[in-house]
């Protein structure tokens, strides 16, 4: 069943993402070749605590860590390590809160220095897609619509969509329904209704859309091991379109000053 959320459900849900989008901005400052997912981990773990909040990833489902950090050909769900990023890496960094019974969820893949130009366009266009796909979210519209968007995008851009995860509406669970997949028809699945809450999340891949689930029970990484970006917005659908629960502004400012 989809929760729909009342407007004061909707707010406590931004507190939470606008906290998600202040620790990425806090992890954003501290890219920088030489620096370990480990280290980027316990940032974002003591940020979010000291603004009353709770690492939303840390032991869900036995999860190890606060932040999912993928590098490169990773996908989603990279575990926090000992790997020390270097110029021309791209990070996906993942983030979840919970405070006041609801999540924040939301994801921005980061450059490590300079980047190469195909690799700077991958990252770009999943950006958009996301922006496509989130304004397709209002009431009215289904979540084939949101997945058409997404999907022509990157398609379009010459790049592959990841099938095997999806987005997913969010409240006082981490995922709820309806799923919200990259891939999909104008027209099709539910219909969106004021008060529903999504996290729409392209993962979008260079090269073939194929994954491979490591063994680590985590890590999902290209079969190619050619690079993945990851974006994710939490949106609240309106009568008239999204609202934006995420700000990736305060993440852009601090990584570009
Ligand atoms: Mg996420
Ligand atoms: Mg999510």
Same mark, same amino acid.
């Given at each position: ?109 980061? @450059? $490590? =220095?300079?980047?190469? /130009? %195909? +690799?700077?366009?991958?990252?770009? #266009?999943?950006?958009? !897609? ?105 949106? @609240? $659908? =309106?009568?008239?379109? /999204? %609202? +934006?629960?995420?700000?990736?502004? #305060?993440?852009?400012? !601090?990584?570009?000053?």
């Amino acid at each position: 069943m989809i929760h729909l959320k009342t407007k004061e459900e909707i707010e406590l849900l931004r507190e939470n993402n606008q906290l998600v989008s202040l620790t990425l901005a806090e992890v954003g400052k501290h890219i920088r070749p030489g620096v370990t997912t480990r280290e980027l981990d316990a940032v974002a773990e003591e940020f979010i605590r000291s603004h009353g909040a709770v690492p939303g990833f840390l032991g869900y489902n036995g999860f190890p860590a606060s932040l999912c950090i993928s590098v490169n050909e990773g996908v989603v769900h990279g575990i926090p390590s000992d790997y020390v990023l270097k110029q021309g890496d791209i990070v996906s960094v993942d983030c979840g809160t919970f405070m006041k019974g609801f999540y924040g969820d939301s994801a921005y893949t980061f @450059a $490590v =220095g300079e980047i190469p /130009a %195909d +690799v700077r366009q991958l990252l770009e #266009v999943t950006k958009e !897609a996301l922006y496509k796909g989130v304004a397709q979210a209002k009431a009215g519209n289904r979540i084939g619509d949101i997945s058409a968007a997404v999907q022509s995008t990157a398609e379009a851009g010459g790049f592959s969509v990841v099938r095997e995860l999806v987005g997913h509406g969010l409240g006082r669970k981490m995922h709820e329904e309806p799923e919200v997949p990259n891939y999909g028809s104008k027209g099709r699945g539910p219909v969106l209704k004021e008060g529903m809450v999504l996290c729409i999340e392209p993962m979008i891949n260079m090269g073939g859309r194929q994954v491979v689930f490591e063994r680590d029970g985590w890590t999902v990484r290209t079969r190619d091991r050619k690079p993945s970006a990851h974006y994710e917005f939490a949106v @609240a $659908v =309106g009568k008239e379109g /999204a %609202d +934006v629960l995420t700000d990736f502004g #305060v993440i852009e400012n !601090a990584i570009n000053n």
